[in-house]
């Protein structure tokens, strides 16, 4: 029996039990916890967008909805330019590599942008602008 020990590649045995057991495991952990910490920034860009969002309806409506709303001037076409203006407010706020993030993780990031608009406009309206 003792011989059989001495006979046996303990370098072999070792490099196969890291190759078939510990890596895998340790490749999984380290793919989880990068995108953990992914999603983890994903959730503060959009925290953060929609903080800029907010911002810009209401100063959207500080300086243009608020003498327009209510009179002839506040057609459908005003509305859709107030709500751009408001889109492009919040996007210029970002970072570019906050943009970049958003852009990639939303297939169609206008429309998930009119839908924070949207949101923040029935939020601030909730608490009366």
């Known amino acids: 029996m003792h011989e059989i020990f001495k006979e046996i590649d303990w370098n072999q045995i070792i490099f ?8 895998p495991v340790i ?35 500080e300086t243009t909805v608020k003498d327009i709303k209510g009179t002839d001037a ?27 993030i958003l852009k990639a993780a939303n297939r169609d990031f206008d429309e998930y942008l009119d839908g924070l608009v949207g949101s923040a406009l029935y939020d601030l309206k909730k608490i009366k602008m």
């Open 27 to 61: 490749t999984y952990a380290g793919t989880q916890a990068g995108n953990y910490l992914k999603s983890k920034k994903l959730d503060k860009y959009a925290d953060i967008l929609y903080k800029n969002v907010t911002g810009a309806v209401k100063d959207v409506y």
């Open 74 to 100: 506040w057609t459908i076409e005003m509305q859709n330019k107030v709500k751009s203006l408001a889109k492009t407010k919040a996007v210029l706020a970002l970072t570019d590599s906050a943009c970049q």
């Open 16 to 23: 196969t039990i890291w190759s078939v057991l510990l890596l």
